[in-house]
């Protein structure tokens, strides 16, 4: 488990690093949404988390290829039987503001990741204690071995201690509840880029930061960094035909032929680590959105099923995404710990096979229904849901369809005020137990923060916190393949497809796409 000191934190980039740190270049960059906040550890979301990444590192990192490297620890190894991880800090780093960076920053940020407010809290679930042994060294003490703790790291951002309570932002700031604090809106992190200016939702603009320890090991070519989100996709790629931007994420599928037609315009496609799927109120005795009274319809799985089985998944795919997406069975793409292909096979279409379910459950003529859908996070999310609810009439399902910005969605979810949800899903960590911590686990105040399906089970629960302590690999993954066994019988959620990526940028940009959808521009290099 031991990893070494790595003098270059990727390879291959270091003989371009050194001139290319000299340059002087502004990067134009375009999505379809912003960030949600400043605060690191407030909200868990990958648009938020990569504007974060360029301002603040966590100890670890993964590259554009997704491999995990040094970040602000240079060195980490498990000790004490397995239950402490060590982790050796990197030494003459500085925040924005000029402070030294220590182990009293990093247990801070720990620590704050872990309380009620944070929604990173899931990924800290098995630690007991995080301490300070001396400047440059820290141990997370685990609740029994965890050999996946580095893996939970790459998103926990280090703030300065002192600066975050001098703001007023010791604890998390509370999104799903309208909480505030100064932290949403400024930064003094240690990454390689530092805050110049913030208009929420128009426009974020941040300057190269000339003193980053990794100035010398990483390319740095941009100097200037001007971020825009653009919710309308036609605005979006018109702003790229233009040249207005150089570099755009959420790229429409409907338009990436005319894209990579167009002259000194390049399409980069990789497959992402995120699964799109619906979410449905399974645990209330009675839902608020529906026209039946008394009953929750969502409760009995024939009606699961049948919805399951009137998902027309290839329409989906060719109409909407344009053959530009993965079709599954599972709410997790194949990157993942415990994905098999029998777990990814999906129900095949058949609306009769559907209606028989609905009218054993005493719903032949079915029911009504509202889906909350966002309409600027994931590729073509609003099509999705407006595609989906021609399939569910099929079988009496008379679904509303609200879509709206992931801003107010979201808390719709976090505070279990939707029936019925679309929703996409990462996975940092590359395992189910993150899955399963954040949307299989009964709802407490440390875990299962985004299950709103208000589904319990005491006995699963019991196997999902196991799973962080258990050591032998064997044992381990015939747990997390008994756990996806209930989760896929219980039909817990809908899965639709998993994302491909395309994003697109000049001809005088040399990138690849990052399976996370984080574009870590410190590694962008001009040709």
Known sequence: MRKKIVAAAAAGILSVSMAGAASAETLRWARAGDSLTFD??????????????????????????????PALATDWYATDNGNVWEFKLRKGVKFHGGEDFTADDAVFSLKRAMMPTSDMKELLSSVK????????????????????????????????????VENRCAAPQDIANGGDNPCA????GTGPFKLVSRVQDQKTVLKRNDA?????????????LIYTPIQESATRVSAFLSGEVDFIQDLPVQDLARIAKTDGL??????????????LNVGDADLTTDTVQGKNPFADVRVRQAMNMALNREAIKKIVMRNQSLLTGVVMPPFVNGWTKELDAYP???????????????????FGITLDCPNDRYINDEAVCLAAVGMFAQIGIKV??????????FPLIKTQKTDFYLLGWGVPTFDSGYIFNFLVHTTTDKMGSWNNTRYTNPELDKKIVGLASETNLTKRNKAIAEIWNTVQGETLYLPIHNQILNWGVTSKIDFQVQPEDIPHIKFLVFK
């Open 348 to 366: 095949a279409w058949d609306i009769r096979k559907a209606k028989a379910l609905m009218s054993d459950a005493g719903y032949g003529d079915g």
């Open 185 to 188: 809106r400024t930064t003094n």
């Open 212 to 224: 980053y320890w990794g100035i010398g090991i990483f390319p740095m070519q941009v100097t200037e």
């Open 400 to 409: 509303t369809l609200d879509a709206k910005p992931k801003a107010q969605h």
């Open 266 to 279: 390049d399409v980069i496609t990789a497959a992402e680590n995120r699964t799109i799927f619906f979410g």
């Open 129 to 164: 204690e995080v301490r300070k042994v001396d400047d440059h060294t820290l141990h997370i003490e685990t609740k029994g071995p965890n050999p996946l703790m580095p893996n939970n790291l790459t998103n926990l951002f280090i703030m300065d201690s002192e600066w975050a």
């Open 40 to 69: 690191p550890h407030a909200q868990n979301e990958v648009p938020t988390h990569t504007l974060a990444h360029q301002m603040y590192e966590p100890l670890l990192l993964r590259d554009m290829a997704g491999k995990i490297i």
